[in-house]
């Protein structure tokens, strides 16, 4: 007891350790998340400034030149009037541009006048501010246009403060080989990156998943002393079933009164159920032997008879003969050669039910069964002389398998000379191949054009002595399925819809050793 409580304790202790590195690993997780959404957040607006930062710098070129004409740019001082024509031509480029994408903002900073023009928001809310950016923004956009016209070079950087985020564009613009100002674009995109909110839920949601943590650990821990008890309990009744489980207080008493009826009912039913089964074993092995006493008896009496008919002429025949001193031969080829026949049907009887008591010998060997079938074929071809069946064998390239060779071929033997003799007006039987690659298997299709299987027998044509044949003895397909199941395999036969049978067999690659 001590060692199972030991074993709780350090399964409880590893349970424990898996669920802290699984938050650990939660949290790590949703870190590199809300980074990559971050990194992928800027990344994609910061183009988005500088694609229109570019297509502002070309679009307004032409107002550029005209303004230039008018040395608006070459002044340090412009006269309201002036600065308002030059904003009211800027602001109508920059909106036209800007006003693709919703978030936008820009416009023009000479350096010259220090001061912003053709100031847009496009998507602002009113009101927009006239001449320039916001105040807070004021400073920073103007320090990073100053820092593109002295460096001559376009820049993109991310500035930010609570809680505005925001990549800006910077592009110097020239007139006549002149830097005159820069052009500047940018976009919020804090409202994409609401990380403070996510955060204060993670943490209070840490906070819940600890609490919910320890109460969990905690009636795991109880319930699974409780379970490793009642556990221990049951193992003591596999060695004693008299045993019964113990009370484990009100949350399993339920549980434990269930157990211990049960195992009553299970202790009381127990002896009559094993006197049934006993008596119906003993009645279908009776049943069994009866039927294949019945049936070997029904197959060596006809033979026996012939035999004893045919001896009892010859004894008859001797006598006559020697009173009358007749020299004519009494035995003769026709009646020597019945005997010998029914003496071999007597043998082969009792050849098939040996075959049936072994289905297979020790000697398994790989067998190519696309060969095997072909010999069967050609074999059965030369023994029966029928020429108006035509075979259609559908050769694929399947694996060999390891069986014993001699009795699979009964088995195709069996399957297709009864499809042979279930055509007696000639047709096409098809045999098709199929490796079953998911399970190692190979299945094999026999189809004829034959009458098919009567439904009378259908049920029990695996039984030993069932046949539909006037001449048949009912064991072939008792035989092939025995040597089918010791080749961990399976036959089973289905009537086709428009005409005939069709024989399904379904064979391992490799056997189970046993």
């Not at 320890?214 to 008890?229: A, D, E, P």
């Not at 098919?452 to 539909?468: A, H």
């Amino acid at each position: 007891m001590k060692k199972n409580h030991n074993n709780i304790k350090a399964k409880f202790l590893i349970n424990v350790a898996l669920v802290t590195v699984a938050l650990i690993l939660f949290f790590v997780f949703s870190i590199y998340i809300i980074n990559r959404w971050e990194e992928k957040t800027i990344a994609k607006n910061s183009l988005l400034c500088k694609a229109h930062a570019d297509e502002l710098l070309l679009e307004s070129k032409e107002e550029i030149d005209y303004l230039g004409t008018t040395s608006l740019f070459q002044n340090t001082e412009i006269a309201n009037s002036l600065f308002q024509n030059l904003d009211s031509i800027l602001t109508q480029k920059t909106e036209q541009v800007l006003g693709e994408h919703e978030g936008l903002e820009g416009g023009f900073y000479f350096f010259r006048a220090d001061k912003f023009a053709g100031y847009s928001y496009p998507t602002s809310p009113s009101p927009i501010p006239v001449y320039g950016p916001p105040p807070r923004s004021y400073n920073i956009i103007k320090e990073q246009c100053l820092k593109a016209i002295n460096e001559n070079n376009s820049i993109l950087e991310l500035h930010g403060f609570d809680p505005a985020l925001f990549p800006l564009m910077t592009i110097p613009i020239s007139y006549q080989n002149e830097i005159i100002g820069a052009i500047w674009v940018r976009i919020h995109i804090e409202r994409e990156l609401p990380l403070i909110k996510l955060q204060s839920v993670i943490n209070i949601a840490t906070g819940f998943l600890i609490v919910i943590l320890i109460f969990v650990l905690w009636g795991f821990y109880t319930l699974r002393t409780k379970i490793q008890s009642i556990r221990d309990e049951i193992e003591k009744i596999n060695l004693d079933p008299e045993y019964r489980l113990q009370n484990h207080g009100q949350l399993f008493s339920v549980i434990v009164s269930s157990i211990n009826l049960t195992l009553e009912k299970l202790r009381s039913g127990n002896q009559e159920r094993r006197d049934l089964e006993y008596k119906l074993l003993q009645r279908e092995k009776m049943a069994s032997i009866g039927r294949i006493v019945a049936g070997v008896a029904h197959e060596v009496r006809t033979p026996l008879a012939i035999i004893k008919t045919r001896i009892q002429m010859w004894q008859q025949a001797l006598k006559e003969n020697q009173e009358t001193d007749n020299n004519h031969n009494v035995i003769t080829a026709d009646t020597m050669e019945l005997v010998v026949n029914e003496t071999n049907r007597l043998s082969n009887l009792i050849k098939r039910l040996l075959i049936l008591s072994r289905p297979i010998n020790k000697k398994m060997v790989k067998t190519n069964l696309v060969e095997q079938i072909k010999e069967t074929v050609k074999i059965l071809q030369i023994q029966k002389g029928i020429t108006n069946i035509e075979f259609k064998i559908n050769e694929v390239s399947i694996p060999t398998i390891i069986a014993d060779s001699n009795s699979t071929q009964q088995v195709f033997l069996n399957i297709i000379s009864n499809s042979m003799e279930a055509m007696p007006d000639g047709g096409t039987i098809t045999i098709n191949f199929q490796a079953i690659e998911e399970n190692s298997k190979i299945r094999i299709e026999i189809l004829d054009e034959g009458s098919g299987i009567p439904e009378q027998i259908f049920d029990k044509m695996f039984e030993l002595f069932i046949t539909s044949k006037p001449t048949g003895v009912g064991l072939g397909l008792s035989i092939s399925n025995e040597i089918m199941k010791a080749h961990s395999g399976k036959i089973f036969f289905e009537n086709r819809e428009e005409r005939g049978a069709k024989c399904t067999i379904l064979l391992p690659v490799a056997q189970k050793q046993n």
